[in-house]
């Protein structure tokens, strides 16, 4: 199966994009990340070659190790970029990766826990969607009824599937199943009169202040994309297959993937710092520090042996004193 992945990042965000790609590798992958960006590439990155890509005349590709390739593409879209995965998705099966049998978008805060072979099996199962932390929400929740309400002014008919709500930081289909690509794209369109524009989003540039309107009443789209990507599920007659929240790590169980949701990021923590207030390292900061050394290293040597140091004493510390 010919397979490739995708990510979007802006700032400090491209730590992520670094071990995202490296644990993809680790993890058995061999293939091409396609990175689309805002704003300057770090260093680490720049050490690219530029080359013409599909639309896009000026990417930057790096060959960081055999059998794996990034391709940084940069962006020029007002979206908020959490809005702008199932474009950046059709951009690419419609451009330079027309002929992947199945496409993969993961958010730069997600680090791969389980064999690549897993991931190329589960989208042969259907649309692969992971379980949010927010989940269930009931078939007359006021969010799915807001949703049903909203949408049939663009005659949109949501038959309610299950209460399973997912988690917008990763899908996985094949190109078979590109339609639902395109009803997710649609949906977000017409979402976005409803938010103010698909410039806003539940987070504020890199932070986590929502720029999201407020509608009188339950606020039906304060996920934005989220919410849209749940909301298509209910418009689309193919075929979804879940993995509840394990798959993120967000309950116990086998891990598919640690997505590490919130701030600060593990490239932000002071592991020293949160432990003094009882806070232990998180398995998500665990799992990012093994896999930032190779074959892309964006943080220095230096600063993944003090990282990696800093978590062990948290973990001694944690024994002791824990919330």
Known sequence: MNTAICTLFEGHYHY????????????????????????ELPNWAAKGKKE??????????????????????PLTTTYSLTNYKPDFMLDLWNGPEKNADALFYFDPDIVIEDSWICFKQWVNCGVAL???????????????????????????????????????????????????????????????????????????NQGYHSTISKME???????????????????????????????????????TMSH????????????????????VPRNEDVVYWKNTLSPILAHSKQEIYKKELSVKFSKLIGRFYKL
């Open 16 to 39: 992520g994009v670094a071990t995202l790609s490296n644990s993809l590798y680790n993890q058995g992958f061999r293939g091409t990340v396609y990175v689309g960006y805002r704003g």
């Open 130 to 204: 992971c379980e949010d932390v927010n989940s269930p929400i009931q078939e007359f929740h006021p969010r799915r009824v807001g949703w049903r309400n909203y949408f049939k002014n663009f005659n949109l008919d949501l038959e309610y599937k299950n209460q399973i709500y997912v988690n917008g930081g990763f899908i996985g289909l094949l190109k078979k199943d590109i339609a639902f690509l395109q009803l997710w794209k649609q949906i977000q369109e017409y979402m976005g009169d409803a938010i103010g524009g698909l410039e806003k989003s539940i987070f504020s």
């Open 217 to 255: 009443g339950f606020t039906i789209f304060d996920k934005s994309d989220q919410d849209a990507l749940n909301a298509t599920i209910e418009v689309y007659n193919g075929a979804i297959s879940y993995i509840g929240k394990e798959g993120m790590g967000f309950v116990s169980g086998k891990p």
């Open 260 to 279: 590490a949701l919130g701030a600060p990021k593990p490239w932000k923590t002071n592991h020293l710092l949160r432990s003094l207030h009882g806070r």
């Open 52 to 73: 013409s890509v599909g639309k896009w005349s000026e990417a930057i590709v790096l060959s960081p190790t055999e059998g794996l390739q990034l391709v940084f593409l």
